[in-house]
């Protein structure tokens, strides 16, 4: 069982990128999007099925994120084979996803 941060990545502009994809187990995580950038961007979520989300699956979509701001979104459950997927309109964002596996 995993405790602490499951996932993490550096997103490229509009690039749909998974940050968590756990195999064989559930979950439970908080995702922290963090701007690094002297700009406004907006960011999407989605718990998906598979690592392209379709409409139904965005969880947040174009959400502005100021300068420097962070959004968390906390105890999303993301089930075995399931994707946490996030999404910016520019470079520049770190996504964290931290938490424990069942």
Known sequence: MAIGKL???DLAAN???TVYNPAAVAGTVTL???NRNAV???VRVALAAAAAPTS???IEFDVFLPPSG???RSAIVVGPGQYLVARA???GVS???FGFED
């Open 89 to 91: 309109s520019a470079s």
């Open 95 to 97: 996504a964290v996803a």
């Open 70 to 72: 962070v959004l968390e």
């Open 32 to 34: 922290s999007l963090c």
């Open 15 to 17: 690039v749909n990128t």
């Open 40 to 42: 406004g961007v907006a």
């Open 56 to 58: 139904a699956e965005w």
């Open 7 to 9: 996932g993490a990545a």
